[in-house]
Structure formats: C-alpha cells, structure tokens
C-alpha cells in the first residue's frame, strides 16, 4: 500500500531564508509524487509532480522537489522564503491505479 | 482556476439535518473525488467515482452517500448531521497525462457548519 509521511507538522522560516518541507513516501510500484499548496480559504493547488522523468522537478513560485529513491524521499524546497509562501503544504503518491494519497500536510510560517 | 467547480461555497444547517454538496468536474475528466478536511482530522479520502461507477471507497460513514451522474457531476449527501460533521469539503477530477499517470485538480470546496 502507498502512504506519506510529512515530518514537521508546523514549520517556520525567515523570510529570504531556505524552505525545506519533508516528504517520505512508502511503495510498493514506483511511485508517482505531487506537492500541492492551499492557501487559506481555497481549494489544493499542484504545485509540482515527479513522473519518473528527471528527479529533480521544478514547480511554480520557485519551488522544487527532488526524487531520491535511495532515501524513499521527496523533499520540497524554494531557495528564498516570502512572505507569500504562507500557507498548508501537502505532499501525495498515486500508484497506476489512479488512487492518491495524501500526507497530513505542513503548515508554513514566514516570519518578516 | 482549476476547472473544478462546487456549489455551494457555505453551508450552515443544524444537527440531524440532511444536506447535498454538488462537483463538476473538469471538462473531459472522468474520476470525481471526494475529500473531508477538518482541523483535527486533516484531508480524508472519502469516495472516487469513474465513469458513474464507485472505484473507491475511503473513510466515509454510513451517513454519507455519493453519486455520479451520466454527464459525470456529482453529488456527495450527508445526512443525520452532526455538529463533527463541520468541515471543508473537496472534490477533485483526474486527467490521465500519460499512460497510468493521473494528475488531480481540486476545487474551492464547500464550508460545511453544523450548528
């Protein structure tokens, strides 16, 4: 069965400083992996998905994810913070069965 | 914009009290999703339906039903509220971008308040 896990349940930068939200994923196919971001108020947004392509996926807002098989891990991260990146960050597997599964999503907190 | 659309945005209606979210779903797109988000609980799988057949059923109570229409909207009912009831509710239609690769998009969802 496929899971994620999402460490860090609240996590806080500075802003201008490095994001690094956590994702490990557990599976039993290769995987298919997403970041989604929902600000208050609104639905999820795909921020960036890896599809066995290049491991190293650039998203939107100058996010990016890198896939490490070895570490069974999809880690999320923006060189810079801003203010604008406040908001619930939720990392998802799908197998070929066009089921999804969701972690229990990061909050972010930018600190001025 | 996602392409998703759900109606209504808020709901308020009291405890014991039935209630019918509505999903469309995105031009073209043949799986419809239903999620529960709530504070303590964060986003739960409740039910997919492809083509107007249940696919998948995730943690969804008895209280709760759903369908999918031949022009592929759908409708999540909720009945008996009650006030643990009170969360966001999502819908989400799924694209195959290549051969057994899916990707999904959600939409605004609907604040449910049980009173």
């Known amino acids: 069965a496929q899971s994620v896990t999402q460490l860090g349940s609240h996590v806080s930068v500075s802003e201008g400083a490095l994001v690094l939200l956590r994702c490990n994923y557990s599976?039993?196919?290769?995987?298919?992996l997403f970041w989604y971001v929902q600000y208050p108020n609104q639905g999820l947004q795909l921020l960036l998905k890896y599809t066995s392509a290049a491991t190293l996926v650039k998203g939107i807002n100058g996010f990016e994810a890198e896939f490490k098989k070895s570490e069974t891990s999809f880690h999320l991260t923006k060189p810079s913070a801003h203010m604008s990146d406040a908001a619930e960050y939720f990392c998802?597997?799908?197998?070929?069965?066009?089921?999804?599964?969701f972690g229990t999503g990061t909050s972010l907190t930018v600190i001025p | 914009d996602s392409g998703v659309t759900q109606t209504p945005k808020h709901l308020i209606t009291a405890t014991g009290q039935r209630v019918t979210l509505r999903c469309s779903p995105r031009s073209g797109d043949l799986s419809v999703y239903w999620y529960q988000q709530s504070l303590d609980q964060g986003l739960q799988f409740l039910i997919q339906y492809y083509n107007g057949e249940e696919r998948a059923k995730g943690n969804i109570l008895e209280r709760f039903s759903a369908q999918q229409f031949p022009d592929l909207h759908s409708e999540l009912n909720l009945s008996s509220l009650e006030l643990g009831d009170s969360a966001l509710y999502f819908c989400?239609?799924?694209?195959?971008?290549?051969?057994?690769?899916?990707?999904?998009?959600f939409g605004p969802g609907t604040r449910l308040t049980v009173t």
């Open positions: 998802a597997v799908s197998d070929t069965g066009n089921q999804f599964y």
């Open positions: 989400a239609s799924s694209v195959a971008i290549s051969t057994g690769v899916y990707e999904q998009y």
């Open positions: 599976s039993s196919v290769p995987p298919y």
